[in-house]
């Protein structure tokens, strides 16, 4: 997978909303890994470091009626929604301003038409019958589910797709295809390949290799424009887990780690738009920054139940 993103042309500029955006969502994930060292977060939390471009290209394809199924790994998911880092770092710890009063945290978030799962394979069934509501009753509208490949292993994720074939639903599939589930690399859990098993639904799948967001726009918008009438798609993203699974988890070698961050897109846009990310880096960490003094000054959040 290194290969395929390493053999790529130099990313195109990014806007500064974009730019900001992604640098945003990689300065959040940073910080909850400073907050877990100094123990100031309990429980877990999975860092979307490296993948911070799938939801940022995917938002302007999107609209507000549209629901989003995100899953363990979602802050991004989240941020590229709503851009409410307060909301979701006070959920995360529990502080009062909390999007579910802090008993979602980092993995169960409800808000509007998004929701977020720690269980692997829930989404899907539930994303397909969402999507079953649109089009009886919001004929336009997607729901845009997210999983890993590890999760593509969950037989009840064929049970949705067998179902979102035969019904035509307009259900977007995101597989973020990282190459590894926790520990597990996909050479070692996955047979055959995503593609193979959309097709065996006779779902049509994209393989994206780029972080190049403008150029994941330009490839996806007709096709999400098709989703939107009832023709599922499963997107598979070939993407890579710059972080650890969750926080010190990390059983790669060092020097794959290192080839990651080498050609990740935020290596890659610092080498050929440097002043451009730099000046937006530094703006999106102090943002970060404040908003992780200001949430951690706050009380406890309370939730009753009702
Ligand atoms: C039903 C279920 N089984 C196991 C787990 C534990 N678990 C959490 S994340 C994960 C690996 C997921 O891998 P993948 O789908 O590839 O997503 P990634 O973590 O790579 O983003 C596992 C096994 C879980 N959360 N839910």
Known sequence: MTELLDRLPAPSRLDDADLSLMLTIRAFELKLLDLYGRGLLHGTTHTCL?????????????????????NHRGHGHYLARFGDAEGLLAEIMGREG?????????????RDRYLS?????????????????????????????????????????????????????PLLVVVENNGIAQSTPASRHLAGSIAGRAAAFGIDHRLIGTADVAEIR???????????????????FAT??????????????????????????????????????????????AYVDAVAADVTARPPSRWTPS
Do not use: M
């Open 98 to 110: 909390a999007v579910c009063g802090g008993v979602g945290g980092s993995q169960h978030i409800r």
């Open 50 to 70: 490296g993948q911070e471009y799938v939801p940022v290209a995917l938002r302007t394809l999107l609209d507000p009626g549209d629901h989003v199924f995100s």
């Open 117 to 169: 799962t720690g269980v692997q394979g829930e989404s899907l069934p539930v994303a397909t019958g969402v999507a079953l509501h649109l089009k009886r009753s919001e004929p336009g509208q997607v729901a845009c589910v997210h999983v890993g490949d590890g999760t593509f292993g969950e037989g009840a994720v064929y049970e949705a797709l067998n179902i979102a074939a035969l019904w035509e639903l």
């Open 240 to 285: 890579e887990r710059l972080g650890p699974h969750s926080k010190g988890d990390d059983t790669r070698p060092a020097d794959q780690i290192r080839r990651i961050h080498e050609n990740g897109w935020y290596a890659r846009y610092a080498r050929r738009y440097p002043d451009h990310l730099d000046r937006l880096d530094a703006e999106a960490r």
């Open 218 to 236: 330009r490839v996806l918008a007709p096709l999400v424009a098709r989703t939107r009438l009832g023709v599922p798609l499963v997107v598979e």
